[in-house]
């Protein structure tokens, strides 16, 4: 798998974090921002990968998050790893 599907892969799931509407604000608007930065090709892959990773493990540590939005989050963080 290229690292532009999995980055495509990556995406899809932080579409699903940002339109989940059990999921607080704070934490779906981070989602969006997340992929923005991953989206962002002026930074290299390296970084943009580091900077979505860091703030996504940042978002799962929120107490509000419900269980299944930080699993969603986790699954995510996994297939970073893969690219990084």
């Known amino acids: 798998m290229s690292t532009d599907e ?27 921002e997340v992929k923005n930065t991953l989206l962002n090709e002026k930074d290299p892959l390296d970084v943009r990968v580091a900077t979505a990773t860091a703030r996504l493990d940042e978002m799962a540590n929120d107490p509000n998050i419900p269980l299944h939005g930080r699993t969603l989050i986790w699954n995510i963080i996994s297939r970073l790893e893969e690219i990084a």
């Not at 999995?6 to 608007?29: F, T, W, Y």
Request: aromatic fraction near 0%; include cysteine.
């Open 6 to 32: 999995k980055i495509a892969q990556v995406c899809d799931g932080l579409n699903m974090l940002h339109e989940d509407n059990s999921i607080p604000r704070n934490i779906r608007r981070g989602a969006e």
